[in-house]
């Protein structure tokens, strides 16, 4: 018997920038490029589609000779207040692909489901980022719970990038 339980992972940060330019570093695909993936990486945008139904998709480096793929699709777009995308792993023709981490071989969710807020307050930004695994296994879900911490990480150094960015526009 499976239980229908799902995991969601919450990550929010506040900005020092209006909502509407924080709204373009998420939909610019070469602001895109500049900051989303973990510290330590580089991102090149393959494909940019920004509307409901199209794809991002983009390759992370973590270092020259380990490049991997993945992709938005994206669901709702609604400007300048909230997007929301499935995210997965890829191949090099957009396809889904499972996680290349041999750590969560099998048991990374396909997809996740990601709903991004953005709200202002005296010329500050907060963005909110809600994700959650569908289409999952019990055993995918509770490795997405696992690396709640990892996942803190990976999202607490792209969005210092996204402020650095910020900081410059």
């Known amino acids: 018997m499976t239980t229908d339980v799902v995991q969601e992972f919450d990550f929010s940060r506040t900005f020092d920038a209006p909502r509407e330019r924080v709204w373009r570093a998420w939909s610019d695909p070469v602001a895109l490029a500049q900051w989303w993936g973990?510290?330590?990486?580089?991102?090149?945008?393959?494909?940019?589609?920004?509307?409901?139904?199209?794809?991002?998709?983009?390759?992370?480096?973590?270092?020259?000779?380990?490049?991997?793929?993945?992709?938005?699709?994206?669901?709702e777009i609604v400007a300048p207040e909230r997007v929301a995308f499935v995210i997965s792993f890829s191949d090099a023709e957009g396809g889904i692909t499972r996680a290349p981490f041999p750590q969560l071989e099998g048991k990374w969710p396909l997809e996740v489901l990601n709903t991004v807020t953005f709200t202002e307050q005296g010329g500050r930004t907060t963005v909110a980022?809600?994700?959650?695994?569908?289409?999952?296994?019990?055993?995918?879900?509770?490795?997405?719970?696992?690396?709640?911490?990892?996942?803190?990480?990976?999202?607490?150094?792209?969005?210092?990038?996204?402020?650095?960015?910020?900081?410059?526009?």
């Open 38 to 75: 973990p510290k330590g990486t580089t991102m090149r945008v393959l494909k940019h589609d920004f509307h409901p139904g199209g794809m991002f998709h983009y390759t992370i480096s973590f270092q020259p000779s380990h490049v991997m793929y993945a992709r938005f699709i994206y669901r």
């Open 129 to 169: 980022l809600r994700g959650r695994p569908i289409n999952a296994t019990e055993e995918e879900r509770a490795m997405f719970a696992a690396n709640a911490a990892s996942m803190r990480q990976g999202f607490g150094g792209a969005f210092d990038k996204l402020a650095d960015v910020l900081a410059k526009a």
